[in-house]
C-alpha cells in the first residue's frame, strides 16, 4: 500500500486528498502567485525574452543528455514512466533540457542571433517535501542561448535582482562563482579527489558516495559533518585558467559598475552537472532557514553534449512557491474591484445591467445570486475582499444613482449611475487597490 492510501475504517467515505508533495493554490494566495507571473512577463520583456511552453512529459533521454546520467535528480528523483505505447517518458524535473531540445527541433538558433527565452510552469521531482518544496513544484527559468560574453553573464544576474527587487523581497544575496571548464577540470578535479581521500572517513554517507561519482558535488552537501571537510578542500576559483578568470573577473566587474552588490562564494557549484564558469545564487532572509530563491549560470557545451552545435548558454531557475513565500505582505491584488449589493430580490435586473457596464469598463465586480437578505450579501461583499460595494436600491435606482461604500473606511456617499466607473476608478486609485 502506498504513502497515500489508507484503509478507510468500519466502512467509513475515505476522504480525497491531493497526493503527498501536491497541494492546491487556491484565492487568496493564487493572486500572489498571479502577481508574480505577471510582473515576470513585463520585466523579463523588457530584457528582450520571449516565452517558451514545452511539454509537460518528455522523452527520458532529453534529461539523461541534458541533466546528466550521474545526478541525483536522474538517478533517484524523476518520475519516469512507460505510457501504453511502450515509450520510455519522464515528467520533467527541471526547464533547461526541455528548452534546449525545442530549439534543436525547431532550429531557432539559425539567425544567429542570440535566443531568448523564458518559461513558467510545474516541474516534477520526487523529493521529502517542505516549506517550499514539494513533488509537483513550479519554476520560472531564462535561458540565453549564442554567446559567451561575460556581458551576456552579468545582464542576466542583473534581470534577476532587479526581477526580485522589483516584486519587493528584500534583504536579497547575491554569491558568485567560477567553476572553469572542460580545460580547467582535469588538473582541479584531480587535486579534489586527492584531498577528499584524506578526509572519507568523516564525511557523509552521501558525500562519499558523490566523491565516486562526482566529486565537485560535494561542495553542494548541507550535511553538518561535511561542513569542516569543504573548508579543508581546494576551491577551483583557485585553478581557473587565465581566460576563465578574467572571464569571471569581467562580470564581477560589471556588477561592481552597476552598483550590484555580490559575494563571491568559492564553495558554489550548483546541483547540476552542466555548469561551466559563472554560476550564481540569490537568497533572502525573508525565507529563514531554507532562503535560497534562485539560482543559475553558464552551461557552454551543454547544446553540444544534447545534439546540437557548439553553442554557449547561460540562465537560471526560480522556484515559484519559494518566490511568493518571499513577497511582502499586501503584494497581491484584489481579486475583485467592487461587490454589487442590492435592497431586494426584484432589482437583480438592474444590477446585472450595472455589472455588465462596469465589465465592460474593465472593472471586476460581481454579485451575490443567493436572493439573501441585504445584510447577508454585505457579509458576502466583505468575505470577498472587495474594497468598494455597490448598493442599488429603488429609491436611489430612481434618481439615477447608486450608494458607493469603501469598506475599509466604511465611508458611503451616492455616485451617479453615469459616473459610477470612472469614480470608482478614482476610489481604488486612492486606496491603492488598482491592478
Known amino acids: 500500500m502506498s504513502e497515500t492510501e489508507q484503509q478507510p475504517e468500519g466502512g467509513a467515505r475515505q476522504a480525497l486528498r491531493a497526493p503527498r508533495g501536491t497541494r492546491d ?51 533517484k528523483e524523476t518520475y519516469r514512466f512507460t505510457d501504453l505505447g511502450g515509450h520510455d517518458l519522464t515528467l520533467r524535473p527541471e526547464g533547461t ?32 517535501p517542505q516549506k517550499g518544496r514539494y513533488r509537483q513544484f513550479h519554476q520560472i527559468g531564462v535561458e540565453a542561448l549564442g554567446s559567451e560574453s561575460a556581458a551576456l553573464d552579468a545582464e542576466i544576474i ?48 552521501d558525500s562519499r558516495r558523490r566523491h565516486e561519482v562526482n566529486p565537485l558535488r560535494v561542495f553542494d552537501s548541507k550535511e553538518p559533518e561535511d561542513q569542516p571537510v569543504i573548508e579543508k578542500l581546494p576551491k577551483i576559483i ?19 559598475d552597476w552598483g550590484v552588490g555580490y559575494t563571491i562564494e568559492p ?47 547561460v540562465g537560471f531557475a526560480a522556484g515559484l512557491e519559494r518566490i511568493v513565500l518571499a513577497l511582502p505582505e499586501g503584494a497581491e491584488t484584489a481579486s475583485l474591484d467592487c461587490y454589487v449589493v442590492t435592497v431586494s430580490r426584484d432589482l437583480m435586473p438592474q444590477a446585472m445591467a450595472l455589472m455588465r457596464d462596469l465589465r465592460g469598463r474593465g472593472l471586476r465586480c460581481t454579485a451575490d445570486f443567493q436572493d439573501r437578505s441585504m445584510k447577508a450579501q454585505m ?52 486606496t491603492g487597490h488598482t491592478g
Not at 270 to 289: K, N, P, Q
Request: hydrophobic share 35%; net charge negative.
Open 267 to 313: 564553495r558554489l557549484v550548483r546541483g547540476l552537472d552542466y555548469y561551466r564558469r559563472t554560476v550564481f545564487e540569490i537568497s533572502s532572509s525573508a525565507l529563514g532557514a531554507q532562503d535560497s530563491l534562485l539560482g543559475g549560470g553558464r552551461y557552454d557545451g551543454l547544446v553540444e553534449q544534447m545534439g546540437g552545435d557548439d553553442v554557449p548558454g
Open 238 to 256: 583557485d585553478h581557473l585558467s587565465p581566460q576563465n578568470r578574467a572571464h569571471f573577473d569581467e562580470v564581477c566587474g560589471y556588477l561592481s
Open 25 to 75: 493554490v487556491i484565492s487568496p494566495e493564487v493572486e500572489r502567485w498571479q502577481s508574480v507571473e505577471g510582473a515576470t512577463r513585463e520585466t523579463f520583456a523588457r530584457y528582450g525574452f520571449r516565452e517558451m511552453r514545452t511539454p509537460i512529459f518528455e522523452d527520458s533521454v532529453v534529461f539523461e543528455k541534458g541533466t546528466g546520467e550521474t545526478s541525483q535528480i536522474v538517478q
Open 97 to 128: 533540457p526541455p528548452v534546449i531540445r525545442a530549439y534543436l527541433e525547431h532550429k531557432l538558433g539559425h539567425s544567429k542571433d542570440v535566443a531568448r527565452f523564458y518559461y513558467i510552469g510545474p516541474m516534477f521531482r520526487y523529493e521529502r
Open 379 to 430: 457579509k458576502a461583499a466583505n468575505r470577498s475582499g472587495a474594497p468598494a460595494a455597490v448598493i442599488l436600491g429603488p429609491d436611489e435606482l430612481s434618481k439615477g444613482v447608486c450608494n458607493l461604500k469603501m469598506m475599509e473606511s466604511g465611508e458611503q456617499h451616492e455616485v451617479s449611475l453615469e459616473i459610477l466607473a470612472t469614480v470608482l476608478a478614482e476610489e481604488l486609485h486612492g
Open 158 to 205: 542583473d534581470m534577476a535582482m532587479t526581477w526580485l527587487g522589483d516584486l519587493g523581497i528584500e534583504s536579497l544575496r547575491l554569491v558568485v562563482n567560477s567553476v572553469g571548464d572542460v580545460d580547467d577540470r582535469p588538473a582541479y578535479m584531480e587535486k579534489l579527489v586527492d584531498a577528499q581521500k584524506v578526509f572519507l572517513g568523516e564525511m557523509s554517507e
